[in-house]
């Protein structure tokens, strides 16, 4: 069984989405730890109403930015940790933690990458909406030492209406969020990740 190790800093419907596809057999993992850097954050209780053991760290916690990264790669060891989804996790990952996880590590981001790579939910939307696209959507990627740069596994589209607010395109964003992130990790889960040419996708 698949040990995931979940990242996560804020709301966490991507966590409880993940949680949900777990128990309702959708996705045949296990969810071995959520690491979160807001003790405050929703997602904590969220992890907490699955049962999933819950490791909090704080930046203000710890002496350095370094070490408060080297004790995130040093909580997922400790729980066995085979593949790690990052899901709102606000902060740039070190190699420290990048690199033990190499092809087994991904983030969900809400645009179409490569477009409005390197800002944090909801800055993504709000570019899309001023940029005056018709299409905008989700992609689930691979984490590298590039930030929101690794292969990308999967999209899905979403419609950019007339009329959209942030909060109305990141909703509709998000609903597709909460299906297709579930549905990559089974991939990841059955080795369905397949390496041609140098692009990575998922059968
Ligand atoms: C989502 O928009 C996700 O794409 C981005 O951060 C947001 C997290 O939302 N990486 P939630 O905490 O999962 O509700």
């Not at 080297?70 to 933690?97: C, K, N, Q, T």
């Amino acid at each position: 069984m698949m040990r995931l190790g979940l990242l996560a800093s804020g709301r966490g419907s991507n966590v409880e989405a993940i949680l949900e596809a777990i128990r309702e057999g959708r996705l045949d993992a296990a969810a071995a730890v959520l690491v979160c850097d807001r003790p405050d954050a929703a997602v904590v209780e969220i992890a907490v109403r699955f049962g999933v053991p819950v490791e909090l760290l704080p930046r203000a916690g710890l002496p350095t930015r370094a070490a408060q990264q080297a004790r995130v790669a040093e909580v997922l060891a400790a729980h066995r940790v085979d593949v790690v989804a990052l899901a709102g996790w606000s902060s740039i990952l070190d190699p420290i933690v990048v690199d033990p996880f190499e092809r087994r590590i991904l983030n969900i981001h809400p645009s179409l990458l490569p477009a409005f790579a390197g800002s944090m939910s909801p800055e993504p939307q709000a570019a899309a909406i001023r940029a005056g696209i018709a299409v905008s959507g989700c992609t689930v990627h691979l984490v590298t030492r590039e930030v929101d740069a690794g292969p990308i596994l999967a999209q899905v589209e979403v419609p950019v209406l007339p009329g959209d607010t942030v909060e109305s395109l990141s909703a509709r964003i998000l609903a597709e969020e909460h299906r297709l992130y579930p549905r990559v990790l089974q991939s990841v889960a059955e080795g369905r990740i397949r390496l041609d040419d140098g692009v990575f996708n998922v059968t």
